[in-house]
């Protein structure tokens, strides 16, 4: 990361802070390592994004059905899904800081160092070559090349480095009153597992003909090696999950339906499409057909913030191999070659998967900018302001009457609960009007309203655009209207 990017990434969580956004988990202990809590705007912000998803998944796709399954699953889930065995990352530690690196990440890392550098040529073959190793599992090798790039841990500043091991990232608790007795489980390091055991219930129940797709958003918990990234890689995060269960046969265009719609999803908040690429892996998983990230340039490059994989039927199958309970459909639908029905198979499934977390940060990226105001008397003034797209702001409209008497609080309070039951509302009183709009901008809150004495003559406010700065006089009567017109 360029000392100017990092400048801007420590801007950004300092705001997200002072403003209310997120906070370090358990702060007044000094905090628990990548985990983080939300504010009173960070939790607003979240809450909106995830009705944003959950609405244009559900809502708006009327194939599509939602599931809310629990955290803890039965432990053979993980079995099955392979995440006991599989779930793991080749990691290195450090015998003299004792400090612990995901391989990919400390290469990754050491390639950013040189492209700075200007040494663009060897930071990708060293990524072309950690790509080939890693397909190949060759840690011996991977190793190797951490020692011939004398690449030294951040910490101790030496090379003396472990043998590469894997490490599973999930994590364990007991189920059961008395420890010795009591069950292995884990927390669920992703939310699909629960809508793919769940298959069969929600398809009977809601009577759904394939193509139809399960929504679910929920806790997951990975037990990440992390590096200072603030909710970009959490140990407990929240997922916003679709499977979308297809004919085999079909994928194919299925998955690239879906890779094209979640991409429309994330401009469809007015984000500049310039910020967003696509990367097509090229390393599959054994089942795997097709997979890629949608990445956006986050204020430390461009990093993934959500996956489309076509993922065949390994997951159904899996399940159905060691619960011994069929996870088919019968597919009544005319095959036209051979004029008969489909008949039963286990689906094939396209599996869309965001993090909120990463969103929220995406969202929060994006939106923070720090403002030069040329003023009209020829001086300037500054402004840190939240762009954040109206349909998702934590509060929609801030109602401030100019002073505290002459009955303007009393318009304002008609105002606020005309509104209040329709949007986000927040009121205030103290201060100078230019301080309190100061502070909506950093909350990014995309109108104000203020209440003069022209109010109690004839019922106009003054209404100010965030973005623009710009401000108007329109009738109180109109407010809610425009408001919900921008955020509809
Ligand atoms: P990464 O390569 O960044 O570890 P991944 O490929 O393991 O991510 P998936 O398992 O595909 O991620 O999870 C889907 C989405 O969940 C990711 O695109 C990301 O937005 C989110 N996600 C995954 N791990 C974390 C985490 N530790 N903290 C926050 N969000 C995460």
């Known amino acids: 990361m360029s000392t100017q990017s990092d400048n801007r990434f420590q801007a950004i969580i300092s705001h997200a802070k002072e403003y209310g956004f997120v906070f370090q988990s358990s702060e007044i202990y000094d905090g628990l390592s990548a985990v983080y809590d939300y504010g009173p705007y960070g939790c607003e912000l979240k809450k909106n994004i995830r009705d944003y998803w959950w609405k244009s998944m559900t809502q708006m796709h009327e194939n ?10 039965h432990p053979t889930t993980w079995k099955a899904s392979g995440h006991v065995d599989n779930f793991s990352d080749p990691m290195i530690d450090n015998k003299d800081s004792k400090k612990r690196y995901r391989v990919d990440h400390l290469l990754e890392a050491y390639a950013d ?5 200007g040494e ?10 950690m790509d080939a190793l ?34 599973n990232l999930m994590f364990d608790t007991k189920l059961g009153s008395v420890t010795d007795e009591a069950d292995t489980i884990y927390l669920r390091p992703e939310t699909a ?35 200072r990234q603030f909710i970009f890689r959490m140990r407990e995060f929240e997922q916003m999950e679709m499977q979308f269960f297809v004919r085999p046969g079909t994928e194919g265009d299925w998955y690239k339906f879906w890779k094209e719609e979640r991409l429309k999803w994330h401009l469809s908040l007015g984000i500049p499409a310039e910020k967003y690429r696509y990367h097509d892996h090229v390393k599959l998983a054994h089942y795997a057909k097709e997979a890629c990230d949608i990445e956006f340039e986050f204020p430390m490059g461009f990093k993934e913030v959500e996956g489309i994989h076509s993922r065949s039927d390994f997951d159904l199958s899996q399940h159905q191999l060691y619960s011994k309970k069929k996870q088919q459909y019968f597919d009544a639908d005319v095959d036209p070659t051979t004029g008969k029905p489909y008949g039963n198979y286990v689906p094939y499934v396209i599996e869309t998967s965001i993090g909120l977390d ?3 940060l995406l969202v929060m990226s994006n939106a923070y900018d720090e403002e030069t105001i040329n003023k009209e008397d020829g001086t300037t003034d500054s402004r840190v302001v939240m762009h954040i797209p109206e349909k998702i702001a934590p509060v929609k409209l801030a109602i401030l009457p100019l002073t505290k008497k002459d009955g303007l609080p009393e318009l304002a309070r008609e105002l606020m609960d005309a509104c209040k039951g329709s949007f986000r509302c927040f009121y205030e009183e103290k201060d100078a009007i230019g301080k309190r709009y100061r502070r909506q901008d950093a909350i990014g809150t995309p109108f104000c309203v203020t209440i003069d004495h022209q109010t109690k003559e004839d019922g106009t406010v003054t209404i100010r655009y965030r973005d623009s700065m710009q401000q108007e006089r329109v009738h109180m ?6 408001v919900l017109e921008a955020i509809s």
Do not use: H
């Open 120 to 129: 663009a040529e060897k930071a990708k073959t060293i990524l072309a070559t």
């Open 358 to 360: 990463r969103m929220c």
């Open 193 to 227: 597992q629960g809508i793919f055991v769940n298959f069969l219930n929600v398809q009977k129940t809601a009577r759904m003909k394939i193509p139809f797709g399960i929504a679910q958003t929920g806790k997951a918990f990975r037990n990440e090696i992390v590096a």
């Open 64 to 73: 599509i059905v939602g599931v809310d399954a629990a955290i803890f699953m």
């Open 477 to 482: 009567s109109k407010l809610k209207s425009i």
């Open 113 to 117: 160092q040189l492209e700075e550098k």
């Open 134 to 167: 890693l397909a190949k599992e060759d840690y011996a090798g991977l190793k190797q090349l951490i020692i011939d790039n004398n690449i030294k841990c951040s910490i101790s500043g030496t090379c003396n480095w472990t043998d590469i091991r894997q490490f």
